[in-house]
């Protein structure tokens, strides 16, 4: 019965297109979004934020996904190109990079998000595609959409959200909060209250039918309403039939520097990693050609994720390295995460330290920042 519901009228994943929106507020992350948008913000060693919602879909079966973009894209677009290392590349369907509103009309102040959901409305209604999925780049997590979209037919809910019940809120993370009923129908949202008196987080999927995504759009754009979660989703809580359904596996909610920077980190428990990397479909990335990491006389490595081409002379624990890093005899790095072809000097000492892209950390400089408030340090700056 489910699957025969599920391929009704041809309403199977390839009924359904997928966007991605990057029109968010990226402030949240200082220093590390100041010259990129939050989708190309590094992480985990080799990856991206945007390679996690772009991978779920395609992995998903998704073939048509557009991308909305806000401002800062330049270090996205060469990351993702033309989609070929998520087989998206294609002659029907494929990847569409979907500009800003600001791109048609310069002079026009930006409002929020559904400003650029409405500049590119014409994707939206010449895809073929019944139904939409809609993320964005800040939730890492490998979430198969398969079974939630049945649970969409099935129920025949007008929008369904994916969420997912959580025991402790990160300190200085933003949250969407969902109450539901005892069936899981969305009784009420709040985005980051002050009193989170809710355990659901919003991992911030939508599923929902194209038609009624643009007459929502339509509704709120002529009323002055220009955010999506708070007058698209929450405005219609009392008037649409809106569902949660539940995730279980892991999942971080990437909206502060502790948050990104603590998601990082949680990468070093395998139980983490495996959920992440392994049981949902392949996380793809950008592939580049290097070398092995070499781990040279001296080194002494413990707990840490290194990406390919680094090379270590030192001391590491607990840390993150990303592609191309090199550090030096006597240096010494914990808790810390080093973007790619950065260099840390001979006796250097970090601890609680985020350095973004290319950073040169001289002979014997020391730093330490907070393991609840990281010491960021901006790309291709010299300490």
């Not at 994943?13 to 100041?34: C, H, Q, R, W, Y």
């Not at 892991?250 to 920077?261: E, H, L, R």
């Not at 970090?350 to 892209?357: C, F, G, S, T, Y």
């Amino acid at each position: 019965m489910e699957n025969s519901i599920y391929k009704k009228n041809g309403q199977s994943m390839k009924n359904v297109m997928g966007i991605i929106n990057n029109a968010l507020d990226e402030s949240f992350l200082d220093k590390l979004t100041a010259h990129r948008s939050l989708a190309s913000v590094p992480f985990g060693g080799r990856y991206r934020l945007i390679d996690f919602p772009l991978s779920n879909m395609v992995n998903s079966g998704i073939t048509n996904v557009g991308l909305l973009l806000q401002s800062k894209y330049r270090s996205l677009m060469d990351h993702i190109g033309f989609g070929k290392a998520w087989d998206l590349d294609r002659k029907r369907n494929g990847l569409f990079i979907l500009p800003p509103s600001h791109i048609y009309k310069a002079d026009r102040a930006y409002k929020g998000d559904l400003q650029n959901f409405s500049s590119n409305i014409d994707y939206i209604e010449r895809s073929d595609q019944e139904y939409l999925i809609i993320g964005s780049p800040n939730i890492v997590a490998n979430i198969d959409y398969r079974d939630a979209f049945k649970f969409h037919l099935q129920n025949q809910n007008d929008i369904t959200i994916i969420y997912k019940e959580v025991d402790v809120f990160r300190r200085d993370t933003s949250y969407i909060l969902l109450n539901t009923d005892d069936h899981d129908r969305i009784i009420e949202m709040k985005v980051n209250p002050k009193d989170k008196y809710y355990t659901k987080i919003s991992l911030q999927r939508y599923i929902i039918k194209k038609d009624l995504l643009l007459d929502i759009i339509d509704d709120c754009i002529s009323m002055g309403q220009w955010d999506f979660v708070k007058n698209a989703i929450i405005g219609n809580l009392n008037k649409l039939k809106v569902y949660g359904y539940p995730f279980n596996s892991y999942a971080s909610v990437i909206n502060s520097i502790n948050g990104y920077y603590k998601a990082n980190l949680e990468l070093l428990k395998p139980d983490v990693w495996q959920e992440l990397f392994l049981k949902g479909g392949p996380i793809f990335t950008k592939p580049k050609d290097e070398a092995p990491s070499s781990y040279k006389s001296g080194a002494n490595a413990k707990n840490i994720l290194a990406a390919n081409g680094c090379s270590i002379e030192g001391e590491v624990k607990s840390s993150i390295l990303f592609r191309g890093v090199k550090i030096h005899p006597g240096a010494v790095i914990k808790n810390s995460i080093i973007m790619q072809k950065s260099i840390i000097g001979k006796n250097a000492k970090l601890e609680n330290v985020i350095l973004d892209k290319g950073v040169q950390i001289t002979a014997d400089k020391s730093l330490k920042g907070d393991i609840n408030l990281p010491m960021i340090i901006a790309k291709n700056s010299i300490v």
